[in-house]
């Protein structure tokens, strides 16, 4: 395989992780390019399980990303307390709040980090638990927990949104309370 259908076919993948982890399009972009960069530096011809480790990368540059924003915002504040400017937004931060507003990914964005990358892992890129866990580089009950957490989470936020489906778990049509209490008669 060469680097460019290397690119080809992982280049959604790798996109996607960034998109649901920043949420920015235009970072998700910068990122999945600099995933790329650093694997085509890498000797990526001898790694077994490119996806997985291609996707560790992801997840690496992701963080690296969210650290270095992080602190950046933090002294950006601390600018706009001291300027007069800071009470008018700037066409920048209307643009990013819109292109923020999508619904979902103001959900995930909800979660804690950790929880986030999981359930994104899971659920938007559909790698198994073992593949998580080694992704993430943590165990495999770590993953699982971080995932019934996230969910648990996910139905509180989407309640708190107007989502009433979500407010009893129901299995079998049975409020889940009553199905445990027949469970321990």
Not at 1 to 21: A, I
Not at 38 to 61: A, C, M, P, S
Not at 78 to 95: A, C, G, H, P, Y
Not at 154 to 159: E, N, P, S, W
Request: glycine content about 2%.
């Amino acid at each position: 395989m060469t680097d460019h259908e290397l690119f080809q076919k992982y280049n959604k993948d790798v996109y996607k992780t960034c998109y649901y982890m920043l949420h920015n399009a235009s970072d998700a972009e910068d990122v999945c390019h600099d995933v790329f960069i650093t694997v085509f530096r890498q000797d990526w011809r001898r790694i077994e399980y490119i996806n997985t480790w291609l996707i560790r990368v992801t997840v690496n540059q992701c963080l690296n990303h969210l650290k270095r924003s992080r602190s950046l915002r933090m002294k950006e504040q601390m600018n706009q307390r001291f300027s007069r400017e800071s009470l008018w937004k700037t066409v920048d931060s209307v643009i990013e709040e819109r292109e923020t507003a999508e619904e979902w990914s103001g959900f995930m964005s909800q979660l804690p980090y950790k929880i986030r990358v999981a359930v994104s892992l899971r659920y938007v890129n559909d790698f198994s638990l073992t593949e998580i866990s080694e992704i993430l580089q943590i165990p495999l009950g770590t993953v699982k927990s971080r995932l019934h957490k996230g969910m648990r989470m996910m139905r509180k936020v989407l309640i708190e949104n107007g989502y009433e489906d979500f407010k009893e778990e129901k299995v079998d049509g049975k409020r889940r309370e009553d199905t445990l209490a027949s469970l321990k008669r």
